[in-house]
């Protein structure tokens, strides 16, 4: 497959496993890992019912080709808030890389640079934001409300001058959805993974830190997650529609919102000057028994016109997905863990190819739908198939 677009990826460097497919990657990673971290990696909230019901809604969503268009030239390209990317995917803000790779952040920014997409640098990134930025790629940074106020908008600062491309605020986690499975492993930090960007407050006495710079997120303990006791301690749950706007005045970078699947909500984002929307459930992360969000997308579209972009994560696996995505309004993906599965098996080389198995798979469905680029993607038709369609009642008479 040749990619045609501007930033398009090329073979990787070094070669790593041909994975014939993503249900391989995935045990490939989790052979990779530690138990509690692939726990604390794969896991979602509660009964991890959003969790599943991410994947069974983007499966219900059945596309409608269309034919006879001539797709003998096309491409992938897309334009995420402001910016040319090779396919409209961007990476999702994932804490602590380091965890499944030592070489963290850097390894996924530099798949990202030669892949053409976008990295999402989270607050509780294991590698300084100026570091991702020095890879070259187009890097977003992700803010979580802190309970210290002044320290956040040093970040949103630091953010602008430290090169990022955007801000993104994340606005669903008041503090960390129960995630049972670290909690039964006590899942805790190993010490040289650490949240760099809150290294400051942990000198300051805020979050008390031991000799090595470990934190509450270090210290296991019995029946808890210690990264929870940590954004207990860290987030602060008192964001409001004020703080939106202060941080909106605060930084003239495009500001992306997190979070969202309620269209009011996501109405007043856009209002309130978010360039960009991710209608999003924290990947089953946060409330258990949230809405889907490829089943929550439909109405934030049309709620927003054409006056912002919208974009999509939560159970994103494959290059068909994405045209899922596309054909029922968004400009774009993010995707979390299957990037995380590459950065695991094979690092840097490991999670380039993840992003080139991604636009393959674009690039292929996109000709076999009938569409030579992403804005006839997104005028797809779609035809959902009911998770339960009521049995027939057989007493009733065929019309
Ligand atoms: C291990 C892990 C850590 C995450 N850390 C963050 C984070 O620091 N900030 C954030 O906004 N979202 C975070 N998320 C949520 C992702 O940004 C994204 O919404 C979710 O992973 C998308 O679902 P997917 O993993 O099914 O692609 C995290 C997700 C995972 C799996």
């Known amino acids: ?110 798949a990202a640079a030669r892949a053409g997409v976008p990295i999402t640098i989270s607050t509780l990134s294991s590698t300084p934001l100026e570091q991702v930025v020095g890879t070259g790629a187009i890097t977003w940074f992700q803010l979580y409300w802190l309970r210290d106020r002044e320290r956040c908008l040093a970040l949103v600062d630091r953010a602008e001058q430290g090169g990022c ?42 979050y008390p830190a031991g000799p090595s710079g470990s934190t509450a997120a270090h210290e296991s303990v019995l029946g808890r997650s210690a990264v929870a006791t940590h954004t207990d301690l860290t987030f602060a749950p008192a964001l409001t529609w004020a703080d939106l706007d202060e941080i909106r005045s605060r930084t003239r970078l495009p500001l992306i919102v997190k979070g969202l699947l309620d269209a009011d909500d996501a109405r007043r984002a856009v209002d309130a000057g978010a360039d960009a929307v991710v209608v999003s459930n924290h990947g089953g992360r946060q409330l258990d028994g949230a809405l889907p969000s490829i089943e929550a997308l439909p109405a934030i579209r049309s709620a927003i016109g054409g006056q912002a972009q919208v974009l999509l994560d939560s159970g994103i696996r ?14 774009g993906v ?43 993607a997104q005028n797809l038709k779609t035809f959902l198939l009911h998770a339960s369609s009521p049995s027939p009642d057989p007493d009733e008479e065929i019309p």
Not at 91 to 99: C, T
Not at 318 to 330: H, M, N, P, S
Not at 341 to 359: D, F, I, S, T
């Open 318 to 331: 494959d290059g068909i997905d994405v045209l899922r995505a596309l054909a029922l309004g968004a400009d």
């Open 334 to 376: 993010l995707i979390g863990r299957p990037l995380l599965w590459g950065l695991a098996v094979g690092g840097e080389a490991g999670a380039y190819r993840v992003l080139e198995l991604l636009a393959a798979e674009l690039y292929d469905g996109l000709g076999l739908a009938g569409c030579t680029d992403v804005r006839e």
């Open 1 to 110: 497959v040749t990619l045609q677009a501007p930033a398009a990826p090329g073979p990787a460097r070094e070669p790593v496993t041909d994975w014939p497919d993503w249900t391989q990657l995935e045990r490939l990673a989790r052979a990779a890992l530690p138990g509690p971290v692939w726990d604390f990696l794969a896991g979602g909230s509660g009964q991890e019912s959003t969790l599943r019901a991410n994947r069974a809604a983007l499966e219900r969503i059945s596309l409608i080709p269309r034919v006879l268009r001539d797709v003998s030239g096309r491409t992938t390209t897309g334009h995420l808030v402001g910016a040319d990317t090779a396919m409209p995917v961007a990476i999702a803000p994932v804490a602590y890389h380091r965890l499944v790779h030592p070489d963290g952040e850097l390894a996924s920014a530099r």
């Open 165 to 206: 491309a955007a801000l993104m605020l994340t606005v669903d986690v008041p503090w960390m959805g129960r995630r049972l499975r670290d909690v039964r492993n006590g899942f805790a930090l190993p010490d040289h993974v650490q949240a760099v960007h809150l290294a400051s407050e942990t000198a300051g006495g805020h």
